[in-house]
């Protein structure tokens, strides 16, 4: 018989410092193989491979003790050719006893006899167990994992060609001291030891102009340009339109608003309509009111106050410079009732007006310069300007009444509105007792001017918080039944005035009013002849003009190819369609 019997023999329990012998011959029959790899194959785990015959039953197991020499040899040849295709495939693979065949497949020696003992079955079944337990853990796959990474990072770019040598670098020499830092002239020569410095007190950087009425000269015009010529004719052209206003009879019907929008839609800025006025940044325009001469005006931070004849070329192209300040003009206005003066308040504490017909500035309230107070704003309470409500502020918001009919010099604050500065001032334009505050203290507030007391603090109709410092409020021109407010928190507001004084916000407006340091802060404004229409400037790109309605709705934004630059102060023509718009270097955009 040429088959194989497996023979079992029982072996008694060897002690665990006896040496183990164990033989288990496995035979295959040469016929034909089949190779199965286990399932668990991957990295870290061990590769599963078994021998079958053709008709897929297991190998047999021939004891040693079997005489016969051909199935001893078969047996070797069997075992030669399988180590032979271990061989080959172990170039490309990995060979791992697999752990539930340890048992029963034992290759590894030729000359291994007997079945295995007891004791080597309970250590087969602990490594078996304990491979299962850190098989389950994981450790290899995750030590393989983190091996992978450390070594993608350790990677590093392969310089190819030749290496750059480093060369060390030598010390410099020390350069020697300079002539200066040694004290010595060019020459050599030792200068003598620098005087001690002489403090003296800290002066005021401005200088407030002299008391009294002065010429109004152009600053930017000298004899031999003939300026004074061209500036008597600027001053007479001003006066004769103020005296006799070519006015229709009748008051024409204003469009209704979309109307309107398409006016703004048509309104154009050519470049003869732009021109530099004043040498630093605007802080306040004013447009006179006549309809036959556009003449624009603008005060700048130094107290400088430019004359622009828009369609003039006389003089420095139409532009007239005066100083009639020391520090910004704050404010611009044209008396309503007598255009041809011009009144202006400053920071350096004086309130002026430019008289056009008698070519001077003269001097209507000022304060003392040794309390350091400003003046920011001022609104008239007479048509004819003389009598004026003026905004005063040191460290506190004050308002003052001020008669132009009589030099004021007084050093009275007036009445103590807010705690923090008053921004403007506002006069209703149906009843001049009610005004209309703004102020760093994050409220507007309406005050009736017969209830306030010389003394304390007054207390006001009625008052709305904002987010952040308000920068201005004004009624709006005919009814005065609506106010618009310009605030920190990037709001304009639009604010609901009752009959009983009471206001509350109508509407608010996203608006980017953080103008920053280096511009003048955004101030909305009505137009002069309608309630319906809001004009503020804008921080967007491209650089344009915003106009909104009076229900918060953009209807047009003003831009052109010639702006460059944020319009920070614009204002309406009182009697005309166009709108002047001033930046922070000084020039005026006329947009018709």
């Known amino acids: 018989m040429l088959g194989a019997a497996i023979f079992y023999k029982s072996t008694p329990k060897m002690p665990k410092n006896s040496q183990l012998k164990r033989g288990s011959t496995t035979t295959v029959s040469p016929v034909s193989k089949k190779r199965r790899i286990g399932s668990d194959e991957g990295p870290g785990k061990k590769v599963v491979r078994s021998i079958k015959s053709e008709n897929g039953l297991e190998p047999r197991r021939t004891s040693a003790r079997l005489g016969s020499s051909r199935l001893q040899s078969a047996v070797k040849q069997e075992k030669v050719a399988i180590k032979e295709e271990v061989k080959e495939e172990e170039e490309d693979e990995e060979w791992v006893l697999p752990s539930n065949k340890m048992s029963d497949d034992n290759e590894d020696s030729d000359d291994s006899d007997g079945e295995m003992s007891a004791y080597e079955k309970k250590r087969l079944q602990n490594i078996q167990e ?10 290899s796959k995750t030590k393989n994992t983190l091996s992978e990474y450390a070594s993608s990072k350790g990677k590093s770019t392969i310089t190819k060609g030749l290496k750059r040598e480093k060369k060390e670098k030598e010390p410099l020499p020390r350069r020697p001291l300079s002539l200066r830092i040694r004290r010595m002239d060019p020459e050599g020569v030792a200068l003598p030891d620098a005087p001690a410095p002489i403090y003296a007190d800290d002066a005021p950087s401005y200088v407030r102009k002299p008391s009294g009425p002065f010429d109004m000269e152009p600053t930017n015009l000298g004899s031999d340009d003939g300026g004074e010529n061209s500036a008597s004719r600027l001053f007479k052209s001003v006066t004769n339109m103020s005296q006799s206003p070519k006015s229709p009879k009748k008051e024409p019907s204003l469009p209704d608003l979309a109307a309107f929008t398409k006016t703004l839609q048509r309104m154009r800025l050519a470049p003869e309509r732009i021109a530099k006025v ?53 404010c611009l206005q044209f008396a309503p ?106 409220s507007v507030a309406l005050w009736d001017l017969r209830s306030l007391k010389e003394h304390g603090h007054c207390k006001s109709i009625s008052s709305v918080p904002h987010g952040k410092s308000v920068s201005a409020a004004y009624f709006s021109p005919i009814t005065g039944s609506k106010a618009v407010t310009t605030s920190y928190d990037d709001r304009v507001r639009i604010l ?27 101030r909305a ?3 002069p002849r309608r309630e319906d229409v809001i004009v503020v400037g804008s921080m967007e790109r491209p650089r344009r003009i915003h106009l909104f309605d009076d229900q918060g709705r953009l209807i047009h934004s003003l831009m052109d190819e010639a702006l460059g630059s944020v319009c ?17 270097s000084g020039r005026l955009h006329v947009f018709m």
């Open 130 to 139: 304990n491979a299962k337990f850190f098989a389950s853990l994981g450790i």
């Open 278 to 330: 004043t040498k630093d940044r605007v802080l306040s325009v004013a447009v006179h009111p006549s309809a036959s001469k556009i003449i624009t005006c603008a005060g700048d931070k130094w107290g400088r106050v430019g004359v622009w004849d828009v369609e003039s070329a006389e003089g420095d192209d139409g532009v007239y410079l005066f100083e009639p300040h020391s520090r910004p003009v704050s």
């Open 337 to 442: 009732k007598s255009p041809a003066k011009l009144f202006s308040c400053s920071y350096d504490g004086t309130l002026r007006c430019g008289d056009f017909e008698k070519g001077i500035f003269d001097e209507i309230h000022t304060t003392d310069v040794d309390d350091d107070v400003f003046l920011n704003h001022f609104d008239f309470l007479s048509p004819d300007g003389m009598k004026l409500l003026v905004a005063q502020n040191q460290q506190k918001g004050y308002v003052q009444v001020v008669d132009a009919r009589v030099r004021s010099h007084t050093s009275s604050l007036g009445f103590w509105l807010h705690n923090r500065y008053v921004k403007t001032v506002h006069i209703h334009p149906t009843k001049p007792q009610y005004f209309v505050t703004a102020s760093n203290d994050s």
């Open 496 to 522: 609901d005035v009752t009959e009983s004084g009471n206001m509350e916000v109508e509407k608010a407006i996203r608006h980017d009013n953080h103008t920053g340091r280096w511009l003048t802060t955004f």
């Open 525 to 527: 404004g009505w137009h």
């Open 568 to 584: 920070s102060v614009n204002a309406f023509h009182p009697t005309r369609d166009l709108i002047v718009g001033a930046n922070s």
